[in-house]
């Protein structure tokens, strides 16, 4: 059983450092922070880590550690909520002495020498409060706090089509450890009036393909002028994500170093178009790269075949 495979390689290490993928989002933390706090309230005698980047949307929940590289040579890595390990961020990963991948993406490649991937799951926050579960790990409110916010980030707050009974039981079982639904919504939900005037030229910039494609393109001096961070700009990618007859759609997004795509559909599968411009995901959300702006155009076209497709198909 993987529950018991996992279980018996944290029994093993005394070292376990928690890496999550780069850019992480509320799902990625939320199953770093949770699962760093049970084991060490289960195995107060082990060094146990988180460590990456923090993302400030999700601030409340704590921090990541910082360590030294020394740390990983007798250490157990536990990587969640990363389908590549390209994505990963700290890459010192590969340094430790084994590495396990907790993950619900579908997977690009196979990184772990124990991996446990579950795809419909939807959200890897769910898969670690089973595995506390099911292997009797120590709970708290900080624990329950940091899973509960991994899942209502990677669901939509419960509204998307990959939620299952079991989402709503583990849910359940949160609350009756004390977490607090309505602090959590309004800490996810606080906007700065930048960020709002920044969703204002969002709905005033969108395109819309004549065959069903809504996307908005996001330059670098955007981002300087509205004052937000990559991570606010980001963030927007729904606000587009109702026009009736566009059922794909993307924010895309120039950083210093990349223009990455956050694609996002509720029609077609996505993940494919993805894997052609260095990306993947899920079959509904995914991300990937543009090497420069003149990919746009084959890009557009690519999205705009997808969506041909599935209005063919139905
Ligand atoms: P995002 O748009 O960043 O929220 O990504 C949507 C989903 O696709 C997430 O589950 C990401 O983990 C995944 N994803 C985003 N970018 C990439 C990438 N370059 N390669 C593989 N997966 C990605």
Known sequence: MIYDEILNKIREY??????????????????????????????????????GEMAN????????????????????????????????????FKTAKEVIKIDHHIPVDNYGDIEWVCE??????QMIFEFIEACSLKMDLVAATAIYTGIVTD?????????????????????ELGVNVAKIDNELSIESLDVLKFKGYILSNFKLTDTGFAYVTVTKEVVEEYHISYEDAANQVNLISNIPNYPVWALIIEYPTEIRVRLRSRGPDID???????????????????????????????????????????
């Open 14 to 51: 005394n070292t376990i450092i928690i890496h999550g993928h780069i850019r992480p989002d509320g799902d990625c933390l939320g199953s770093q922070l949770g699962l760093r706090q049970s084991l060490r309230l289960t195995f107060p005698e082990k060094e146990i880590y988180a460590v």
């Open 57 to 92: 949307y999700v601030k409340f929940l704590g921090e990541v550690d910082v360590i030294a590289d020394e740390k990983y040579e007798s250490a157990l890595a536990i990587c969640v909520d990363c389908g590549n390990s390209e994505r990963l961020s700290d890459q010192r």
């Open 120 to 125: 419909e799951k939807p959200a890897c926050a």
């Open 155 to 175: 669901t939509g707050r419960f509204r998307f089509d990959s939620v299952e009974p079991a989402t709503f039981r583990v849910a359940a079982k949160l609350l």
């Open 272 to 314: 494919k178009l993805a894997n052609l411009y260095a990306g993947g995901g899920h079959a509904k959300a995914s991300g990937c790269k543009l090497l420069n702006w003149s990919q746009l155009t084959n890009f557009i076209n690519d999205a705009d075949n997808v969506v041909k497709e599935y209005k063919e198909s139905i």
